[in-house]
């Protein structure tokens, strides 16, 4: 019953730096998604994935890339890390058409750009 | 556009005290209405929903009414626990934008 994992837990990176946050869930669910998590803000949208080899943005993708070439997996990347992408980022994902259900979400990576 | 807008905390209780956390929302078309709950630490857990109007979404003793005339879905509860410090946050889903959208959630401190 392993959900949604999200690797590493936590990370710190130099400003300028690349990496790539995973994510990963067993339970065949076609619809993956991105969020970030700031202090007053909610949680925001970067990216989404509608199945394998389909992504489109959300409200804030700017900084980050996302790819699907599996139904499990749906790495984030950032290629050149910057102080602003300091944040705490969660991984959900649901099974097609059912969103209205709600989304089943990853423990979080939080990162630290210094 | 979709938003969801809820009370600014922290909200501090004493244990067995009643909770009330504001919720309401805009929304084009019709959402579906969600509370989830972050404990210190972990990610995000669904904690009740509802899907169409006058719908009570219920779990762990915590309540919310989905209400169509006042565009709110607040969460309550009768008695919280220490346990129960977290912090909250109201969600809606349409489908139009394929992603929920979230309030920035309530911080709620339960003392003994």
């Known amino acids: 019953n392993a959900g949604v994992t999200q690797t590493p837990k936590f990370q710190v990176l130099k400003t300028g730096q690349s990496m790539t946050l995973q994510c990963a869930q067993d339970?065949?669910?076609?619809?993956m998604s991105w969020y970030r998590q700031d202090p007053g803000m909610g949680l925001r949208l970067i990216h989404y994935?509608?199945?394998?080899?389909?992504?489109d943005q959300g409200e804030v993708p700017n900084g980050y890339n996302v790819s699907r070439s599996t139904t499990e997996d749906f790495p984030l990347r950032l290629l050149s890390a910057a102080p602003s992408q300091t944040s705490v980022y969660f991984c959900?994902?649901?099974?097609?058409?059912?969103?209205?259900?709600?989304?089943?979400f990853g423990s979080g990576t939080r990162l630290t750009v210094v | 556009g979709d938003s969801v807008t809820q009370m600014e905390g922290p909200v501090t209780l004493s244990e067995e005290a009643f909770l009330t956390i504001n919720c309401t929302y805009t929304a084009t078309g019709y959402p579906s209405l969600f509370w989830y709950v972050q404990y210190p630490g972990e990610g995000l857990q669904l904690l009740l929903k509802?899907?169409?109007?006058?719908d009570k979404g219920s779990n762990k003793g915590f309540e919310a009414t989905y209400r169509k005339e006042t565009t709110s879905f607040h969460l309550e509860k009768g008695s919280v626990q220490v346990s129960d410090s977290a912090v909250y946050f109201c969600a809606l889903f349409t489908g139009t934008a394929s992603k929920l959208t979230f309030g920035t959630g309530t911080r709620l401190q339960v003392t003994l």
């Open positions: 959900a994902s649901s099974e097609p058409g059912q969103g209205r259900r709600g989304y089943t």
């Open positions: 339970m065949n669910h076609e619809y």
């Open positions: 509802a899907t169409k109007a006058d």
């Open positions: 994935s509608v199945g394998a080899g389909i992504t």
